[in-house]
């Protein structure tokens, strides 16, 4: 696992290590998608401190659909190139944001987020969503999280397979 999450921090790297372990044995042998994101968004909200949203967005004609969450209700849909979940698609890689308020054209669908870290989900090339952390302290994410996110997100990949989102 350590290979899988080169960049995160001694102490980080046990927390996404077992994270990633917890994940992979949550997600054996469960084929279906939509409890497979839930599942991962619910371990995630659960297993890092300071999190107030954890969810996916979905690629869905276009645009980012509200997937799986864990948290307050949220924004339903996202154009690419709108927000950080919207950037995220766009620059097809990990946007992470130590204060919300300083991003130009940030959403705030829960006014108590202050930081948010969204990394993108893709297959083949494309982003096919993106899972989408934010919490109400400000710089709660840096780049052990992101890099500890990635590796969760691949992790969910593998056992999504080709599935159709």
Known sequence: MQADIQGVGRSE?????????????????????IANLANTAALIYHGLPALNW????????????????????ACVRIEPGSGVCGAAVVRRASVLVPDVHEFP??????????SELVVPMRRDGEVIGVLDLGSPKLARFDASDQAGCEALVAVLLRHLGNAPL
């Open 54 to 73: 954890a969810g996916f967005y979905l690629m869905r004609h276009g645009s980012l659909v509200l997937g799986p969450f864990q948290g307050k209700p």
């Open 105 to 114: 054209g940030h959403i705030a669908c829960d006014s108590a987020s202050q």
């Open 13 to 33: 790297w046990a927390t996404y290590a077992e994270l990633a372990e917890q994940l992979d044995a949550l997600l054996a042998g469960e084929a279906d998608v």
